[in-house]
């Protein structure tokens, strides 16, 4: 099968990750997959399609723009583009990641055009747009991540028998790969042998509720416990929301900022986490920054929002805990008291990423929603 898989945004960020891993792993079954992706600034680097090619797909150029949002006109002319496109090379069917993809591949492939399967990425939780509902209901197949979006598609219209829902995806077997001795972490940021280590990969940003962290460390620090706290991660907001509250109330000496990290030394930087915070879903819901670290061994600490609660399994891979300081405080002290705990938590994070999120596995699912929507 020959697949036009497309990114409707340039930036590596959002679901562009989770549905890279699923089409290398598509491809991976023996399928032809061709990627395209939005097309970048010229003062930036073309990420996503960078991203496409270290997983080895192959790139096309469809001549259409793929912005992240739409624009009547741009739309129009992308249409056109993706249809001659289609003309030519024949692809047996069409993904789209994004919403403003799906609407275009839906417009390009007409009545008689390939099949549109969309990955859907929404949480099940969140608003539908009127717009993205109907195209949803218009596509012949929809890949969900989860139970509470699988069951708001169907209140929408969507046919359940085009409906496959399935973890989401992940190369857990490379991000197990780059991880390397955890040890080096800790000598490389002065962290004591005793410490707890707490991590959080997040943008430093406004609504990520870092506020709530601080308060917990403080709490902890006024505790005693040994730990210490490493945030990987950057943002424009990093000084106020991250820096100056750590400088402010003392926290320097149990707080690292790492910075944004990539490959060997990111992986290597979260298995030496015992635990690892998530208290925000970012732009992607799946929360694929916690997806890694549960495949590395590591346990969380989440919020109830989003689709954490069915990513995070309260008692058997993590804490689940409510908003706010002291939930989060109580939850980090009862693991760093515990550090045994942690780690029979962190067994079930491993194991639960290994079975729910391999990327193959999720490949072998996306190919049988496939299989109907062929025939349909």
């Not at 890949?143 to 699988?150: D, E, K, N, P």
């Not at 730990?227 to 991660?233: D, M, S």
């Given at each position: 099968?020959k697949?036009l898989?497309t990114?409707?945004?340039?930036?590596?960020?959002g679901?562009?990750?989770?549905?890279l891993?699923?089409?290398a792993?598509?491809?991976?079954?023996g399928h032809d997959v061709?990627?395209?992706?939005g097309v970048s600034?010229?003062?930036h680097d073309?990420?996503?399609?960078?991203?496409?090619?270290?997983?080895?797909?192959?790139?096309?150029?469809?001549?259409a723009?793929?912005?992240?949002?739409?624009?009547?006109?741009r739309?129009?002319?992308?249409?056109?583009?993706?249809?001659?496109?289609?003309?030519?090379?024949?692809?047996?069917g069409?993904v789209?990641?994004?919403?403003?993809g799906?609407?275009?591949?839906?417009?390009?492939?007409?009545?008689?055009?390939?099949?549109?399967?969309?990955?859907?990425?929404?949480?099940?939780?969140s608003?539908v747009d009127?717009?993205d509902?109907?195209?949803?209901?218009?596509?012949?197949?929809?890949?969900?991540?989860?139970?509470?979006?699988?069951k708001?598609?169907?209140?929408?219209?969507?046919?359940?028998?085009?409906?496959?829902?399935?973890g989401?995806?992940?190369?857990v077997?490379?991000i197990?790969?780059?991880?390397w001795?955890?040890?080096?972490?800790?000598?490389?940021?002065?962290?004591?042998?005793?410490?707890?280590?707490?991590?959080i990969?997040?943008?430093?940003q406004?609504h990520r509720?870092f506020?709530?962290?601080?308060?917990?460390?403080a709490?902890l620090?006024?505790d005693?416990?040994p730990?210490?706290?490493?945030?990987?991660?950057r943002?424009?907001?990093?000084?106020?929301?991250?820096?100056?509250?750590?400088?402010?109330?003392?926290?320097?000496?149990?707080?690292?900022?790492?910075?944004y990290?990539?490959?060997?030394?990111?992986?290597?930087?979260?298995?030496?986490?015992?635990?690892?915070?998530?208290?925000?879903?970012?732009?992607?819901p799946?929360?694929?920054?916690?997806?890694?670290g549960?495949?590395?061994g590591?346990?969380?600490i989440?919020?109830?929002?989003?689709?954490?609660?069915?990513?995070?399994e309260d008692?058997?891979?993590?804490i689940?805990?409510?908003?706010?300081?002291?939930?989060?405080?109580d939850a980090?002290?009862?693991l760093a008291?515990a550090?045994?705990?942690?780690?029979?938590?962190?067994?079930?994070?491993?194991?639960?990423?290994?079975?729910?999120?391999?990327?193959?596995?999720v490949?072998?699912?996306?190919a049988?929603?496939?299989r109907?929507?062929?025939v349909?």
């Open positions: 099968m697949l898989w990114l409707s945004n340039w930036k590596r960020t679901p562009v990750e989770p549905s891993d699923l089409a792993a598509f491809e991976a079954l061709r990627v395209a992706c600034p010229a003062d073309d990420e996503s399609a960078d991203a496409a090619r270290a997983r080895g797909l192959t790139v096309v150029d469809t001549g723009q793929l912005h992240k949002h739409s624009a009547p006109w739309d129009l002319r992308d249409a056109r583009r993706l249809r001659a496109w289609i003309r030519e090379h024949e692809p047996d069409l789209a990641t994004h919403r403003s799906h609407r275009l591949l839906l417009r390009a492939a007409g009545r008689r055009g390939p099949p549109v399967v969309r990955l859907w990425f929404g949480d099940g939780r608003d009127p717009r509902a109907k195209a949803l209901r218009a596509s012949a197949g929809v890949l969900v991540f989860g139970a509470a979006a699988q708001q598609l169907q209140e929408l219209g969507v046919p359940p028998a085009r409906i496959r829902r399935t989401p995806p992940l190369g077997e490379e197990q790969g780059r991880a001795d955890p040890a080096t972490v800790r000598a490389r940021h002065g962290i004591a042998k005793d410490a707890f280590v707490f991590g990969v997040a943008r430093l406004t509720r506020e709530d962290l601080w308060g917990a460390v709490r620090r006024i005693r416990v730990f210490h706290v490493i945030v990987v991660g943002g424009t907001n990093e000084q106020t929301v991250g820096r100056d509250p750590v400088r402010e109330l003392g926290l320097d000496d149990h707080v690292t900022f790492a910075g990290l990539r490959g060997e030394e990111y992986a290597t930087t979260i298995a030496a986490f015992d635990a690892q915070l998530f208290l925000v879903p970012g732009s992607d799946t929360c694929r920054a916690l997806r890694e549960m495949a590395l590591v346990p969380s989440a919020a109830r929002r989003g689709m954490l609660p069915e990513i995070v008692g058997a891979s993590g689940l805990v409510s908003a706010g300081v002291e939930p989060l405080a980090m002290g009862r008291a550090p045994q705990a942690a780690r029979t938590l962190g067994e079930g994070a491993r194991e639960r990423a290994e079975r729910l999120f391999s990327a193959p596995r490949a072998k699912v996306f049988s929603l496939w109907e929507a062929s349909s």
